[in-house]
């Protein structure tokens, strides 16, 4: 098992950034997958970035070129850079190891 906490979120204007992270309570070197994803109010929750142990990773095709994600496995922390944010990025994002276990969420507001 393992405990996910999400932080960085917050309120940022259209074109803005945001610096989310994701600390594990164990050594996240042996996990697989770690991922990001994101629910907006009336929405299924949707995969936004996944990053694989060996490094590889993945986007949604609406985040590609604006997000990256990374991991510090010395730290047992995930990160998820968001940059020119959009009125559409609006949603809690949530980390997720394996997509088993995930955290309670951090919440990301684009609004002029």
């Known amino acids: 098992q393992v405990q996910l906490v999400e932080s960085g979120g917050g309120l940022v204007q259209p074109g803005g950034s945001l610096r989310l992270s994701c600390a594990a309570s164990?050594?996240?070197?042996?996990?697989?997958?770690m991922g990001w994803y994101r629910q907006a109010p009336g929405k299924e929750r949707e995969l936004v970035a996944r990053?694989?142990?060996?490094?590889?990773?993945m986007y949604a095709d609406s985040v590609k070129g604006r997000f990256t994600i990374s991991r510090d496995n010395a730290k047992n922390t995930v990160y998820l850079q968001l940059n020119s944010l959009k009125p559409e990025d609006t949603a809690v994002y949530y980390c997720?190891?394996?997509?088993?276990?995930w955290g309670q969420g951090t919440q990301v507001t684009v609004s002029s």
């Open positions: 997720s190891a394996n997509g088993a276990f």
């Open positions: 164990r050594s996240i070197f042996s996990i697989n997958t």
């Open positions: 990053i694989f142990s060996g490094g590889g990773q």
